[in-house]
């Protein structure tokens, strides 16, 4: 009797959660969440054996995509990533249409690297580094001129950060005279969309009215970079040269200084902006134009000695493939929640190694996220830097609990890689998260039963 006492006593302390080929899926559920630094579905998936993985859907998505998938994966194991990831690849797609097959994908991994006892980059083949760089994406507070931005990023620096990140383009001069030429009224037009999108909450618009004005802000921000008849002039291109030399004459020109955002433009515009800014020593220029057009790419590489950087929307390996044998590219930017998930990003990467190519990592999301990419970056050798989007949001690092992981997460540009099983997150903060939940969005792990039995004839071959 007392030898039985004491088997049970021993078994309260000990961890059950031992048996993976016999671990299932059980449920699936959701967490909506704003201005960490964006919106985002934060994900539970939950298994027989009280283990729960986590992912999360990427920023700007819709979860319904992860939801529909939830039929397809109860009753399956986890720990069979590879496997399961073949079955809801399909369902995936490019930009926030791949972001709940990723989701997914990462939830898998917590839970199979829980299930083992062994950290995800583990799984993966193990590390090159102990600790990832992290680039810090920058915005200036009040009027963007090169002089804030410069002193911006000089305190980024002085935080730690060894490799940075700005906005340039036609965002910066777009209220300044003679420096962009458009069909006329359009950026007028643009403006004026914009505008009134940003500020429906504060106008009594009919429904219809509503729907109207957002198919117009949709149509109209959706003209991809050679339809759109925007160029920049001389004066243009004088002053956006003149921000970039501003803010060098502040940070330097040692610290790696990359740039994005550079706006709706042609190609011919984006050669000329480039050759204007080669001389600054820039670390890449990122997505000037839709990285479908890979001749585009080519081009635009040849023509200037900045290194040329996309892929963030890019979904699955054989999608980065064609950019990188024509030479278009010299650095790809995955994000985790687009590119496929954990696996697939590290796919890629290795990829583009065998192209000469390195790999920064995009990512604008919650910890989740975070350390996701963190753990493809640690098993990458390729791996240049993860982008850092969270700076100054003092409660972003409280969302995931987990003893062995750093708080802050990020210390001195950088975060440092740890020996916890899966993605180290061993809960979620549910009070933080009701904090900064989705005003439209409301509801904490709520049932999810209506997607239960979602499921068609999914075959793709006769």
């Given at each position: 009797?007392?030898?039985?006492?004491?088997?049970?006593?021993?078994?309260?302390?000990?961890?059950?959660?031992?048996?993976?080929?016999?671990?299932?899926?059980?449920?699936?559920?959701?967490?909506?969440?704003?201005?960490?630094?964006?919106?985002?579905?934060?994900?539970?998936?939950?298994?027989?054996?009280?283990?729960?993985?986590?992912?999360?859907?990427?920023?700007?998505?819709?979860?319904?995509?992860?939801?529909?998938?939830?039929?397809?994966?109860?009753?399956?194991?986890?720990?069979?990533?590879?496997?399961?990831?073949?079955r809801i690849k399909q369902f995936g797609h490019h930009a926030r249409q791949g972001g709940g097959v990723c989701g997914i994908e990462?939830?898998?991994?917590?839970?199979?690297?829980?299930?083992?006892?062994?950290?995800?980059?583990?799984?993966?083949?193990?590390?090159?580094?102990?600790?990832?760089?992290?680039?810090?994406?920058?915005?200036?507070?009040?009027?963007?001129?090169?002089?804030?931005?410069?002193?911006?990023?000089?305190?980024?620096?002085?935080?730690?950060?060894?490799?940075?990140?700005?906005?340039?383009?036609?965002?910066?001069?777009?209220?300044?005279?003679?420096?962009?030429?458009?069909?006329?009224?359009?950026?007028?037009?643009?403006?004026?969309?914009?505008?009134?999108?940003?500020?429906?909450?504060?106008?009594?618009?009919?429904?219809?009215?509503?729907?109207?004005?957002?198919?117009?802000?949709?149509?109209?921000?959706?003209?991809?970079?050679?339809?759109?008849?925007?160029?920049?002039?001389?004066?243009?291109?004088?002053?956006?040269?003149?921000?970039?030399?501003?803010?060098?004459?502040?940070?330097?020109?040692?610290?790696?200084?990359?740039?994005?955002?550079?706006?709706?433009?042609?190609?011919?515009?984006?050669?000329?902006?480039?050759?204007?800014?080669?001389?600054?020593?820039?670390?890449?220029?990122?997505?000037?134009?839709?990285?479908?057009?890979?001749?585009?790419?080519?081009?635009?590489?040849?023509?200037?000695?900045?290194?040329?950087?996309?892929?963030?929307?890019?979904?699955?390996?054989?999608?980065?493939?064609?950019?990188?044998?024509?030479?278009?590219?010299?650095?790809?930017?995955?994000?985790?929640?687009?590119?496929?998930?954990?696996?697939?990003?590290?796919?890629?990467?290795?990829?583009?190694?065998?192209?000469?190519?390195?790999?920064?990592?995009?990512?604008?999301?919650?910890?989740?996220?975070?350390?996701?990419?963190?753990?493809?970056?640690?098993?990458?050798?390729?791996?240049?830097?993860?982008?850092?989007?969270?700076?100054?949001?003092?409660?972003?690092?409280?969302?995931?609990?987990?003893?062995?992981?750093?708080?802050?997460?990020?210390?001195?540009?950088?975060?440092?890689?740890?020996?916890?099983?899966?993605?180290?997150?061993?809960?979620?903060?549910?009070?933080?998260?009701?904090?900064?939940?989705?005003?439209?969005?409301?509801?904490?792990?709520?049932?999810?039963?209506?997607?239960?039995?979602?499921?068609?004839?999914?075959?793709?071959?006769?």
């Amino acid at each position: 009797m007392a030898q039985e006492h004491t088997y049970e006593e021993t078994l309260a302390h000990v961890n059950t959660y031992s048996s993976p080929s016999e671990l299932k899926i059980t449920d699936i559920r959701f967490a909506d969440i704003v201005g960490g630094p964006f919106h985002s579905s934060l994900i539970k998936v939950y298994t027989n054996q009280g283990l729960v993985g986590f992912g999360e859907v990427r920023d700007g998505a819709d979860k319904v995509y992860a939801q529909m998938l939830k039929g397809r994966l109860l009753g399956e194991n986890p720990c069979n990533v590879d496997k399961l990831f073949r079955r809801i690849k399909q369902f995936g797609h490019h930009a926030r249409q791949g972001g709940g097959v990723c989701g997914i994908e990462l939830a898998l991994w917590d839970l199979a690297g829980k299930a083992y006892g062994v950290p995800v980059y583990q799984m993966l083949g193990g590390k090159f580094r102990d600790r990832i760089r992290m680039y810090c994406d920058t915005d200036v507070v009040g009027k963007d001129t090169g002089i804030a931005m410069g002193k911006a990023l000089k305190q980024r620096m002085e935080q730690g950060f060894t490799f940075l990140k700005m906005d340039l383009g036609i965002g910066q001069i777009i209220h300044e005279p003679g420096t962009l030429s458009a069909p006329l009224g359009f950026l007028e037009e643009m403006r004026e969309v914009s505008r009134a999108w940003q500020g429906r909450k504060n106008h009594n618009y009919t429904e219809e009215e509503l729907r109207a004005l957002r198919n117009r802000h949709y149509d109209i921000f959706n003209i991809a970079h050679p339809f759109t008849g925007i160029h920049i002039t001389e004066k243009g291109l004088d002053m956006l040269e003149q921000y970039v030399a501003e803010v060098r004459s502040i940070i330097g020109y040692e610290v790696p200084l990359a740039i994005d955002h550079f706006g709706h433009i042609g190609v011919e515009d984006c050669i000329k902006l480039g050759r204007r800014v080669d001389k600054y020593n820039l670390a890449w220029m990122e997505d000037m134009i839709p990285w479908q057009y890979t001749d585009q790419y080519v081009r635009l590489a040849r023509s200037v000695t900045t290194p040329i950087c996309t892929g963030e929307d890019i979904y699955l390996k054989e999608n980065f493939r064609p950019l990188l044998e024509a030479g278009g590219v010299s650095v790809i930017h995955p994000d985790v929640l687009t590119a496929g998930g954990i696996l697939e990003t590290k796919k890629i990467g290795d990829m583009a190694q065998d192209y000469g190519v390195s790999m920064a990592i995009h990512m604008a999301e919650s910890p989740i996220a975070c350390l996701a990419a963190a753990h493809v970056a640690a098993a990458t050798e390729n791996f240049i830097a993860l982008e850092y989007h969270s700076v100054g949001i003092d409660w972003w690092d409280d969302l995931v609990i987990g003893s062995r992981l750093p708080k802050p997460l990020v210390q001195n540009g950088f975060l440092q890689i740890v020996d916890a099983p899966g993605l180290g997150i061993e809960e979620l903060n549910d009070e933080v998260i009701a904090q900064h939940l989705h005003p439209e969005i409301p509801g904490i792990w709520e049932p999810t039963d209506e997607w239960n039995h979602y499921w068609s004839s999914d075959r793709l071959w006769s």
